[in-house]
Structures are given as C-alpha cells and as structure tokens.
C-alpha cells in the first residue's frame, strides 16, 4: 500500500477499530502536526443508522469548543486518490473527521486508580466539560473511559478530553420516530431511563449518572455492578443502590454522597446540571 494522501493529511496507520469505523494516526504535512482521523468502514458507509450517527458526532463537536472537548479540526468525503492509494480501505464518498490526537490512548486503557484534581478545588476535566455541553444542549448519553481520551504533556492540549459524542443529542430534541427508544449506551454506565427507553426523560442528569459510575470506577478500580450477568446488571442499575464505595485513594469527606447523589435512580433526585454538581463538589471540606 502506498502512501494515502488526504488534502494536507498524510495516514500513517490505523490505531483503533469498532463497529463502525477505524481511526488512523495521520499527520498534517505542512505543521507537522499529529492527528487522528475517524473514517466509516465500508460496511458501515452502507448503514444509514451508522452514517447518521457519525455525522450527529460531527455537529456535536462543531458546536462544542472546551479544553476538555476533543478538537475537531476537520471533516469531509473520502476522495478517490485515497481510495485508490489505501487499495479499497478507505472507500469512496465515506465521511471522515480529523480530531487532535492523544498520545496517552484513552481511561480505559490506564490501570492506575484517578488522581484527584489539583488544585482541589478544581472539578474533574470530564465534568467541567460536561457542564459545557450542558450548557449548550447537548447530551452526551455514553460516557465511559474508553470515550474519555489521555493527551500527554507533550500532545498541544494537554489534559482528558471527551470524545465520541454519536449518539449525542440536543435537550430539546423533538422526536418523531421510535429510533431514541432503542438502547445506546453501554450497560454498566446507563442511566435507568436509558435502561428502559424513555428517552423523554433524558437530559444532562443522565450523563451525571454515568459519570457516577465512571468516576466510582476511576476511585475504586471497578464499576458499581461489577460481576453481574445481564439481566442481574440491567436489574441493579434500575432498582438497586450502589454498594459500599471501596476507594484506592483518599477522597475529601462527603465524597460518597456527592457520588450517590449522581446515582440516585430518579433523575429528580440528580444534580440537574453537571455546574451543579461540579459546585456541589467544590465545597466538600478540603
């Protein structure tokens, strides 16, 4: 295979792949930039349910400008010199987007427990970013480690940044279809209004659910519900509490309320906002 050449981007070699798509360390030629570039695989250029959702992940990140948002630099169609270039990986018309690459891969891939933010009165990375999307109406609605990617001190942003927001969705969505009420997510972070479908009842409290869970994982090295079948998993995550928090680190007093509190099963219990619950987290005692 010769080199692929995409406008100023220069593939290097596939670094991830899902059901989707494939994702390619590249680089931008004249600024010697690296950067990596999310592409449809030919399959899924095919699905109308795949291309949607990549291009949702598109306008999501167009709107959405935070150092703890993945940058999007850039997007457009796969063109036939590239086609021809990578022998028929990459195919013709697929959509791409070229986002700031992050040297250190993702959460899911680091083993060490969560090293609470310093300065201690700063909240997490992932939930000020939150607050961000929030604030603009946008949901994220699968918020897991793997989607929360590691740039070095050495990558231009250093620092976690939220990434794949396809099945993100404005608040004020109106729905005409029956698509929302399809589960999209993964399980050990969903919401129990994910779980069951209502995708009226969906908002920014769902993500603080499932940043619950996350950042319960990052403290103690395991989710919630860890262990369980699926129907066990689907049963604990709509009526059961959490069990004890069992953390690996030393966290300020209050922090397992704050946690539960993310976690309660009715979203009215819930911060609304992730700025609420960021605040609510700013004055645990230091």
């Avoid at 479908?197 to 860890?226: E, I, T």
Wanted: glycine share 8%; charged share 25%; proline share 8%.
């Amino acid at each position: 295979m010769q080199s692929i050449q995409l406008g100023p981007f220069l593939f290097e070699q596939p670094i991830a792949r899902g059901g989707m798509g494939e994702v390619w360390r590249a680089t931008h030629v004249r600024q010697n930039l690296p950067v990596a570039i999310k592409v449809l695989t030919a399959r899924s250029t095919r699905s109308e349910w795949a291309t949607s959702r990549f291009r949702n992940e598109m306008r999501a990140l167009a709107g959405l400008s935070h150092q703890g948002i993945v940058h999007l630099y850039d997007f457009g169609e796969i063109d036939d010199w590239a086609t021809r270039a990578s022998d028929g990986r990459l195919t013709l018309g697929s959509p791409y987007m070229v986002m700031e690459f992050a040297s250190w891969g993702t959460l899911d891939e680091r083993e060490e427990p969560w090293l609470w933010p310093a300065p201690r009165d700063t909240p997490p990375a992932p939930l000020d970013a939150l607050a961000h999307a929030h604030a603009r109406r946008v949901i994220h609605r699968d918020l897991k480690p793997a989607n929360i990617l590691v740039c070095s001190p050495w990558d231009p942003r250093p620092g976690l940044k939220l990434t794949d927001f396809g099945i993100a969705h404005a608040v004020d969505l109106q729905v005409e279809s029956g698509d929302l009420d399809e589960i999209a997510g993964t399980l050990h972070y969903m919401s129990p209004e994910q779980l069951y479908g209502r995708w009226r009842d969906y908002g920014p409290w769902s993500d603080l659910y499932a940043f619950g869970c996350l950042a319960w994982k990052l403290v103690s090295g395991r989710v919630p519900f860890h262990g369980l079948g699926r129907q066990e998993l689907l049963r604990a995550q709509v009526r059961e509490d959490p069990p004890p928090l069992e953390p690996q680190l030393e966290l300020p007093e209050g922090f397992e309320d704050w946690l539960r509190r993310l976690m309660q099963k009715d979203p009215v219990d819930r911060f609304e906002r992730a700025a609420d619950a960021a605040h609510a987290l700013e004055t645990l005692p230091r």
